[in-house]
């Protein structure tokens, strides 16, 4: 039987008899991983074990934000040390090729890290441009301030990633980078035109359309929508992330419990689903709304069904990795510019 198309977090450490039960009975898709949920390796992989057997399927996808900086959920000591993306651009700046196998490295790093967890989707790269203005929401967790350089850097990210066990997922499409309020909090809106849209902040997810996985963003363009954020417009989607990006794999929601939407997490996720979106991400662990959410869902068949498969077909076996020369290596190639 089919899953549903959403993906869920959980409460604490372990799942509780309703987590259990819940999941048991609404088949989501896949669990998302966050700082409350973490203690120890151990305990992470039993977490995602209790997860995939409540659902019975053992390539479950297990999800979390491990991009590195500030937005790095599992820390030092339980997981190395990983510096925000802006560092590889700053290293790009000097020495692109240095640049591109350091972040490749340190994606391999970051994949078999979380693979040796149970965790088998990492939520990376952020494909946003920079924009003067913008919130510290994207900060340092952008690669840089030029559409090319943003480009390859992902791509690089995306290569090692794969090679370290986990699955990509590019993020906030179709372009972050404009907002100058924080979409966890507030409705970001972006007056740019579609021509300089097209020219700059689209550009690197066009040039990454083939990702596997993409994740929206809360942001209204006016230019394409005056009404409705990119996650719940049809004209978005449709027109842009899908027409003139290119993408054709699998849509994720930014979390549906973010303040940026108004109403209801099922009055969302229903939304998000008609304008086009495969899957719905809920995080924040609370019971009452992952069950709106899960009653919003419909079960996962078609093409969505079609682009999640050829998805969890590029994660192969876990291949034994040298942590420590990993990172040592991305670290030289850092230094070696005073990044």
């Given amino acids: 039987m089919a899953t549903r198309a959403f993906i869920s977090g959980c409460h604490g450490l372990a799942l509780t008899p309703e987590e259990r039960a819940f999941f048991r009975d609404a088949e989501p898709w896949g669990l998302i991983l966050f700082g409350r949920n973490i203690e120890s390796p151990d305990q992470i992989r039993s977490l995602c074990g209790q997860f995939r057997e409540a659902v019975g ?3 479950a996808p297990v999800l979390i934000d491990q991009e590195g900086g500030r937005v790095q959920r599992i820390r030092p000591p339980l997981a190395s040390a990983h510096p925000a993306a802006a560092a590889y651009g700053r290293l790009y700046e000097f020495d692109p090729q ?3 196998t350091a972040a490749r490295l340190g994606a391999e790093l970051l994949g078999a890290e979380l693979s040796s967890l149970g965790v088998t989707v990492d939520c990376l790269p952020v494909l946003d441009l920079p924009a003067q203005g ?32 986990a699955l ?13 309020v924080d979409s966890h909090f507030h409705l970001p809106r972006v007056s740019a035109d579609r021509a300089t849209l097209e020219a700059t902040d689209f550009r690197p997810f066009r040039a990454l359309a083939d990702a596997p996985i993409g994740m929206t963003g809360h942001i209204v363009f006016e230019a394409i929508d005056p009404e409705q954020p990119a996650t719940l417009s049809a004209a978005v989607i449709g027109g842009i992330i899908r027409g003139q990006i290119g993408f054709d794999g699998l849509l994720l929601t930014d979390d549906l419990s973010m303040k940026a939407l108004s109403g209801g997490v099922g009055d969302s996720a229903a939304r998000a689903f008609a304008a086009g979106c495969d899957v719905a991400l809920h995080c924040n662990g609370a019971m009452s709304e992952m069950l709106e959410v899960a009653a919003a869902a419909p079960r996962l068949e078609g093409r969505s069904a079609d682009r999640a498969a050829r998805a969890l077909a590029l994660l192969g076996p876990r291949a034994e990795v040298d942590v420590a020369a990993l990172a040592a290596a991305r670290d030289q190639l850092l230094e070696s510019a005073s990044v």
């Fill in 168 to 180: 990509p997922v590019v993020k906030h499409m179709p372009g972050h980078g404009r907002a100058t």
């Fill in 98 to 100: 240095a640049a591109l």
């Fill in 134 to 165: 913008m919130t510290d929401a994207i900060g340092d967790r952008a690669y840089a301030t030029a559409p090319e350089a943003i480009a390859r850097l992902g791509r690089a990210v995306i290569d090692g990633l794969l090679a370290g066990g």
């Fill in 57 to 59: 399927r053992s390539g």
